[in-house]
Every structure is written in C-alpha cells, then in structure tokens.
C-alpha cells in the first residue's frame, strides 16, 4: 500500500502480477484466526480493488486510504489485551485543612446562613432563592447528581460518553494560539500509560491568554516526563476518545497526592439558581459539613445497627461528599430509610388516633328481610365472589365500635357501585345517615340518578347536593339533613361546605380517592360523631404508593369482572389512519352501537399544536358524519348542560359524544362499543386505562383506538403497554415507573408525601423494611416516649407541613 501511494496510484506492475491483482489475491486468502469483525471490514474493499484500474485517480487514493486503516483497525484487534490494573490515585481528605479553623462549630442546625462565616449576605440571599435559610435547609439539600471522577481508568480503558480519571505521563506539550481565532488560545498534551496514548486539549477564550509569555507559562506547568491526574467527561472524535473540557493537575511524583478538590472525585451536582455557582455552592455545603458530627442521631443505637445502617452524621456527609460509589450507596439507604420511617410512623399514629375515637356500630339485626337484602334481591343479577368477599369485609367493619378507614380498588367495571350502596343501607338500616362523595358534579350527579332508580323502590329518601343546586332547593334540603328526615346525601365538595350539617352521619362513601386530598377527607370525617370511611377507586394504586399515600387506611380488592363483559380491544394507530376509526364508528353506529371521541384540551390552543374538541366537533358534525347527531361534553359547560350532553347520549338522541377527560370516571352508557382518543401521547396510562372503561360495559364487542401523532420511541413504547394489557394494576406500575408518583396521583394535594430524596418506583424494599419497623415501635412503644429522637423529627417534620401548607393557601 505504501509503495502504490509512493508511485502515484498508478496500479504498480510486479514481476508477476499488477498491484490491484495482488491486492485481490490476498483479500482470497485470509487466515481464519483473524479477529472477524474487523476482517469483515477489510474484505468489504475486495470489490473495489477488482475494479481498481478502470478508476479516477481521486477515487484510487481513496480505496488505498481506507484499506490502510482498516488494516490498521485489523492489526490493533489482534493485538492480545493485557489484564491492566487501574492507576492509583492519592486524594488529599476533602475540606481537611478546613474542617475545624472555620469558627462554625459553635451553630446548630437552626442557624441562619447567612451567620456562618464564608457565606456572607449576598450568597445567602441567593441561597434564600432556593428555600435553602437555616444551615438544616442546605445540609438536607441533597444533590440531584454525581460526576464520577472517581472511575479511574487506564488509556485503552476510556469510555465515550463516561466520565473518568486517568494518570499519564506527559511525552510532549505545546501551548499556541489559533491560527483561525487570535483570542483563542490552546494548551495540548500528548500523554501516555502503559496501555495507549492520547491528545488532551484545554481551550482559553480571550485576548488576555494569547500572549507568548503567558502560552509558555502554561507550556513549562506540564514539561515532558511529568505525571498528570486529567478528569472529565470522554467523547467520541475521528481520532478516538479525548476529554471534553478536562480538569488536569500536575502531580508531584508518580506516587503524590492529588490536591484538587474535584479531581479523582465524586463530585455532587446540585440544583441551582442565577447568580450561584456549582463550586460556590459546594464551598458552602462543605462549611457546614463538620456540624452534622454534633447532631443527635434519632435512631436507637440498636435499631440502627440490627438494620445495618451506617449514622446520621455519616450518611449527611456521605451523601454530599462521598468517598466512593459504596459509601454513597450507603449514606443513600439510610437517609431512605428515615423518610419511610418518619412517613410510616405518621400514618400508623394517625391510624391509631381514629381508631380511639368512637364510632357508632353499625350492626345489623339478625333475621328478618332488611334493607340490603331487598335492595340485593332488586339487581338483576348475583354479586360476584369479590364483591360478596368485599361486603363481608366493610360489614365486619361497621359492626365495630372504631371507625372504619377501608379503601375499596376495583378495576373499571367491577361493580363498586353496588357494594357502595349496600354498605350505606347498612347504616340507614341501623339508624345513620350516609354520605356519597364524588369529585365531579358529572359523577355525582350519574351516581343519584342510578341509585335514585332502587332508593325509590326502597323508601329510602336521598338527595343531590352540588355547587350548581339552587339556593331554596338547597335550603331545604339542608333542614331535612339537620332534621334526620334525608338519609343520604349524594354531593360533590359542597357536602365539605360549614353550613351542611348532618343529625347523625355514620358512613362516608369517597367515590374516586385519588381526586380527594387528605385534608378535604378530613373535613368531611370532622362533620359526624365518628363517622366510619369508606373510599373507591377504579384507578389501582401500586403496592409503594398505596403503602406510602394510604397507609391508614384497610385497603380490599375487587379482583373480578362481573360475567358477560367482553374484554375491550385496543388498537395503536397513527393520525394518518384516522378515516380507519371514523369506518369502525360508522360500521358499529349501524350495529346500533355507540362512540366516543375523547380529545386532551376544550379549545384550539396557541401554545399547544393540539386538535380541540370543539374544532372536532364541529368537523364530525359538518364533515365527518352530517346523517349523525354528534354531541360535545366538556368542563367549562354548566350543570344543566353537561347533564343535558350526557342525557343524549345514554338515550341514543345522539350517536357520537366528543368529549374532554370529563368522560373518565363514572359516566355509564351499556351501548357504547367504540371509544377513539385523539392524542393519546398526553395522557397518562392509568387515564387512558379509566377511559377505556366507559366502553365495554354492554354484551357487544367494544373497541379503543389510541392515536398517537409523537414520533418519540418512548410514547410508543408508552401506549403499547395498554394494548398489551387490561390488567389495570401492571398498567398503574408501569405509570408509575414512567411518569413517577405525582403525575399518577394527580396534584400535590392528593396527599403525597413530600420525598427529599427517596423513590417509590425504585426503593419499594426499602420501604417495606421501614413499614415493617414502624409496625414493631408503634405496637411496643405507641406514643414514642422511648425514641424521643423519632418524636423530635416527626414533630418537626409536621411543623415544616404545616408551614407548607400555609404558604400554599
């Protein structure tokens, strides 16, 4: 090759043969214990040299060019790979000069920043900006990330994409300005180790650093022969890893320490705001870092021990500056574990407070045909085994003198309804008044009319209590409350509401919990003598979030599907197949059938490229479907007309209902067979999985179209899990793994704990440990006078609540 290029490709004659011959001979007979990959590569070519003579001059060098590095790549391959350890690195103990001279130690936790010397007011009050004011603020502000520089390498070992540290040694520096920018100046190293070399580039921007003398400072600061420690990140060139931007020091002996602080280290990354550095802000955590030794730990000694846990002091200083990734691991599991702890200790008081308040027992008389046997013998059909087995559970409870807290999950479909009904004629039975409470007015309203149908034929009087309920109506309504003449009450938050005052309320139904924060539940418990709570869901709840969000409550599960439902089929298809939905709408409206359209926004929007579902309606209305009677339901329509929309559609006055995610829970319409939702992308899985539910709730054959218009990878993937599977729990894990706890709850309100650090997609057996603990301290020790650690930090946690409450309102 070398000698074709020497001659000027002109296809080189030999004694026997040209040189492209030759070429094509050899690439004929290759040994086969040469590394296959790149063999491949060289053999690609063969073809090439084939027609190497009937070529341009261009396109020979070319060929001969790529041959030689392939060659190359060959010979590289081949070589054997020694087993190389990893260079060794000496850190100098961060922040050990600087431990004990800082005149910190004598503060404590609630001490404002701004008094800690080498903050000073103006990094205090940009520190203020991040909610960070007491020196317990900032050590609790943990980092959002790490750079490993601690992942130190040989050469051959770098990674593209990784950070990592190496230590070489230097054969050649030259430092020069640009030739294409004069206010660009540049430092290059070419450094070795015993497995490879590399070219390390630094670039300084600014005239200041163009000056000869100020390039030969820096080119005498790494003389050839000198050991250098470089960190960074590693990226990919033409010519093979090199470091981005790297942090390089001199050391000054193979064997010397490291004195930098980030180098050979792993290095926190916190979130930050304008006007404050990452390494300013590092310089103040480590300030404050030595307190944490004096702080008492809320563990028993015991305790932390039998869990293998390291300190509190260790763990706050682990976390912030971890000696390596096990030390960090560590701190991490502790710092965990204590969120859980204090979280599930929370719950279990709060459990026990209700459980010693009393309750009025809701027992039923043996004997005789009572309300829930008439009610049950009205259906027209048996329970299922899950519904019965539920039953049982909420009457056991009932029959107690301590209030019941039970959450009832079903998927959608499963008949919590009835089950609801029944447990609430249990109490009209035993003398109480019930209350139903759903999230929306449209549910609250579907759920009187369905339940007005059987209370009618049961005697029983029962009212609608809603925002839009007119003044006199509403009026009445409340002295017949008051007065014990109404037995249930059906409402949205209005029945939170002062003024609505129940004589002797026993049973509180929450339809929908996930809707409800703690507090409003709260309230409406405070309206009884003790009432017993019952609260549904039809969106399942994962184990963690369930453990972690409704840990007082008794949680059932109705886990079949009444007989006779056809499982719902559900179809991915993209924007451009949308004419293939509006055929199946077509095809089973002939059948006598029902659809729904269901879009993300009301109206056309500037910000968001979105289809609306007025503009849809007017487009199936006018377009689409002119022979059909297409309605629209939305939130910004009033009561009357949401109900009115509703109406249509459930008689078959209209065949196709565009609507927003007010069709997600509740609304109950047997002939709809065809659900499509535009925009799938936009909502969440366990939404999509609940609007799903409102068709296949007849004896047809039901169908969903998802329209998904992203190209992003990960919204496919997304949606596919739905038509995969109809099992709404794996469907709810999957969410909460994607989208995290606060977006499958819905809002902060929901009740979610506030987690610094902890996950429940991915600490789920940390948790379960710390429920477990809890437990055993709770039972032994329920007023925690014996860990006045753990009653300290649980107090506290409950004042920094509040306060956030407060601010919140």
Not at 34 to 57: C, D, H, I, K, N
Not at 236 to 260: N, W
Not at 366 to 392: I, K, N, W
Not at 577 to 590: F, N, P, S, T
Request: a neutral charge.
């Amino acid at each position: 090759m070398q000698v074709e290029a020497d001659r000027g490709f002109g296809d080189l004659k030999g004694r026997q043969c040209c040189f492209s011959v030759f070429v094509v001979q050899q690439l004929q007979e290759t040994p086969a214990e040469l590394p296959a990959a790149a063999l491949e590569r060289v053999l690609e070519l063969r073809s090439g040299f084939e027609g190497y003579g009937a070529l341009s001059l261009a396109r020979r060098q070319s060929l001969v060019r790529q041959c030689r590095e392939r060659l190359h790549a060959l010979r590289q391959a081949q070589r054997p790979v020694l087993a190389v350890a990893p260079p060794r690195l000496r850190l100098v103990q961060a922040g050990a000069e600087t431990a004990s001279p800082t005149g910190n130690l004598q503060f404590d936790a609630d001490t404002p920043l701004a008094e800690i010397r080498g903050v000073g007011p103006k990094t205090a009050s940009r520190l203020a900006q991040l909610g960070l004011l007491l020196v317990r603020d900032l050590v609790h502000y943990y980092p959002r990330d790490y750079l490993d520089y601690a992942n130190l390498v040989r050469i051959c070992g770098l990674e593209p994409g990784r950070t990592a540290t190496i230590v070489a040694t230097v054969r050649r520096s030259h430092a020069f300005a640009s030739p294409r920018n004069p206010n660009l100046s540049i430092l290059e190293l070419h450094l070795v180790d015993c497995t490879g070399k590399i070219r390390v580039s630094r670039f300084f921007a600014g005239q200041r650093f163009s000056s000869p003398g100020w390039l030969k400072t820096q080119q005498r600061q790494f003389p050839p022969g000198a050991t250098v420690a470089v960190s960074g990140l590693v990226k990919e060139t033409p010519y093979g890893p090199a470091f981005q931007d790297p942090l390089m020091e001199v050391l000054e002996s193979p064997q010397a320490p490291v004195r930098s602080e980030t180098i050979g280290r792993l290095l926190p990354v916190y979130g930050l705001t304008e006007g404050l550095g990452a390494d300013r802000l590092r310089q103040v955590v480590e300030a404050v870092l030595p307190l944490v030794r004096h702080w008492p730990d809320p563990l028993p000694e015991a305790l932390r021990r039998s869990q293998g846990l390291v300190t509190r002091a260790e763990a706050l200083s682990g976390i912030h500056a971890p000696a390596d990734q096990e030390q960090l691991q560590a701190s991490r599991r502790r710092l965990v574990f204590d969120e859980f702890l204090l979280l599930q200790l929370g719950l279990a008081q709060r459990r026990r407070q209700l459980s010693q308040r009393p309750a009025p027992p809701l027992a039923l008389p043996s004997g005789g045909e009572g309300l829930v046997q008439r009610f049950l013998a009205l259906l027209p059909f048996a329970l299922t085994g899950a519904q019965e087995r539920v039953l049982a559970e909420i009457r056991a409870d009932l029959a107690r003198p301590q209030p019941m807290a039970r959450l009832v999950q079903g998927d959608v479909g499963s008949g919590k309804t009835v089950v609801a009904l029944a447990s609430l004629l249990t109490a009209i039975e035993a003398g109480c008044q019930g209350a139903l409470m759903a999230p929306t007015e449209v549910l609250a309203e579907q759920h009187y009319r369905k339940l007005a149908e059987w209370l009618n034929q049961l005697h029983v009087r029962s009212a609608l209590l809603t925002g839009s309920t007119p003044a006199p109506r509403r009026r009445g309504l409340l002295e017949d409350l008051v007065n014990g003449q109404l037995q249930l009450l059906v409402g949205t938050h209005a029945l939170l509401e002062d003024p609505v005052q129940f004589d002797r309320l026993g049973l509180v139904v929450v339809d929908e919990q996930h809707r409800f924060g703690v507090r409003q539940r709260n309230r409406l418990l405070a309206k009884g003598l003790q009432p017993h709570l019952l609260t549904m869901t039809a969106t399942p709840i994962p184990r963690t979030l369930a453990l972690s969000v409704h840990g007082d409550l008794d949680v059932s599960q109705i886990d079949a599907l009444p007989p006779g439902r056809q499982p719902i089929r559900t179809h991915l298809i993209k924007a451009s197949q949308r004419q293939q939905a509006y055929g199946l709408i077509r095809e089973q409206i002939a059948l006598g059938q029902r659809a729904y359209v269901v879009l993300p926004l009301v109206e056309e929007s500037d910000k968001l490229d979105l289809r609306s579902a007025v503009e849809v309606h007017r487009q199936l209305s006018e377009e689409e479907f002119p022979d059909l009677r297409v309605g629209l339901l939305h939130g910004r329509l009033n009561s009357a007309d949401k109900q009115a929309a509703i109406g249509a559609f459930a008689s078959g006055e209209t065949q196709v209902l565009v609507s927003t995610t007010v069709v997600e829970v509740g609304v109950d319409v047997p002939e709809a067979s065809v659900m499509v939702i535009e925009h799938a992308e936009r909502f969440g899985l366990a939404q999509l999985h609940q609007l799903r539910g409102r068709v296949g709730r007849g004896a047809a054959a039901s169908h969903c179209l998802l329209i998904n218009d992203s190209s992003n990878v990960l919204a496919r993937q997304r949606l596919e899990v739905l038509v995969r599977s109809s099992d709404g729990f794996e469907i709810a894990e999957m969410d909460l793994r994607l989208r995290g706890p606060g977006q499958v709850l819905g809002t902060r309100q929901s009740g979610l704990p506030d987690l610094a650090l902890a996950s429940l997609t991915d600490d789920g057996e940390v948790l379960e440990l710390a429920r477990t603990v809890a437990q055993e301290i709770t039972q032994a020790d329920p007023d925690l006078q014996a860990h006045p650690g753990l009653a300290l930090a649980l107090a506290e946690q409950r004042r920094r609540q509040m306060d956030q409450a407060a601010r919140l309102n």
